[in-house]
T-cell receptor, first 114, second 114 residues
């Protein structure tokens, strides 16, 4: 089955710790994205990547870092510099060459800071 | 900052009724307007999308109405069913052939009652 997988589904972190969220896709999509979802605020873009070894900051990149060493993988690290990291994190991918930017989303990771 | 304003925040509709969700945008360069549906604990999934060269698009019970001059678009769900109960997000983006960034509305939580 083609799709996007995110792991873990739930993640608990102590204050001051860095954590890494996994995102893998087997859709052969070039572009990948990370969003943060908070109640009443919709989806906000953290980082996105159009090709391997290249990525750009989104609207709320502070306190986060990413890498894109493989086409299939786009891990997100939530660093201790992120002051309010508790949220639902969504990874997405899309074909960059298509006429419409249809994004396919993974099932999400819920991060809770203890 | 580019914005997409979505209303209402929540909506309760009786089974068989019509659900209407509205969005307004500011950036006239936007040329792709998708709607995403999200069930609790899941990632959003594309429901229906429209380009500004048409004023309406219908897929089954779901219709997008688009008013370019007013910079508004809306989602109509005909014959609403309890299974339609979910959160709906409108979005907009510009540019094709690249990893265009989607700007999302804040979401509408729809509840369809029996």
């Amino acid at each position: 089955d083609g799709g996007i997988t995110q792991s873990p589904k739930y993640l608990f972190r102590k204050e001051g710790q860095n954590v890494t969220l996994s995102c893998e896709q087997n859709l052969n999509h070039d572009a990948m994205y990370w969003y943060r979802q908070d109640p009443g605020q919709g989806l906000r873009l953290i980082y996105y990547s159009q090709i391997v070894n290249d990525f750009q900051k989104g609207d709320i990149a502070e306190g986060y870092s990413v890498s894109r060493e493989k086409k299939e993988s786009f891990p997100l690290t939530v660093t201790s510099a992120q002051k309010n990291p508790t949220a639902f994190y969504l990874c997405a991918s899309s074909i960059t060459s298509g006429p419409y930017n249809e994004q396919f989303f993974g099932p999400g990771t819920r991060l809770t800071v203890l | 900052q580019q914005q997409v304003k979505q209303s209402p925040q929540s909506l309760i509709v009786q089974k068989g009724g019509i659900s209407i969700i509205n969005c307004a945008y500011e950036n006239t360069a936007f040329d792709y307007f998708p709607w995403y549906q999200q069930f609790p604990g899941k990632g959003p999934a594309l429901l229906i999308a429209i380009r500004p060269d048409v004023s309406e698009k219908k897929e089954g019970r779901f219709t997008i109405s688009f008013n370019k001059s007013a910079k508004q678009f809306s989602l109509h769900i005909m014959d609403s069913q309890p299974g339609d109960s979910a959160t709906y997000f409108c979005a907009a983006s510009r540019g094709t052939g690249t990893a265009s960034k989607l700007t999302f509305g804040t979401g509408t939580r729809l509840q369809v009652t029996l």
